[in-house]
């Protein structure tokens, strides 16, 4: 059995271990489920797209195409909605120094962050 680690008896038969691509792609469904407790949306992408990543490589691996198919496109979302999320937090944290230097401060830190994108890590 390719890919299988067969170890110890118990009662006359074989306990199977999970092999490493079997470990691999456990351990992309468990990031999937821990993106979805983030409360920061930046920070759900992030650990999503990783996920994503490791989900794809381990359908490739099995040759599930739909899978790899959602996963290529839930990650393209993903890496989309990060460039979108890191080009507004780096337009806010520039607007917001050059405020500071001229002393008006009376602006709201997230007055120009887009319709709610919460940018914080």
Known sequence: MLGRLLVGWARGRTIEVL????????LGSVLVAASLLQKRMIRLRIINLIACL????????IQVWP???MNVLV???NAYYLAVMFRH?????SR???EAH???NAASPRSDSGPGIDVRA
């Open 19 to 26: 092999s490493m691509i079997d470990i691999i792609g456990w």
């Open 54 to 61: 490791i989900c794809i490589g381990y359908n490739w691996y």
């Open 67 to 69: 899978m790899v198919g």
């Open 75 to 77: 990650g393209s979302i």
């Open 89 to 93: 937090g780096r337009r806010n944290r």
């Open 96 to 98: 917001q120094g050059a």
């Open 102 to 104: 001229d002393g008006n």
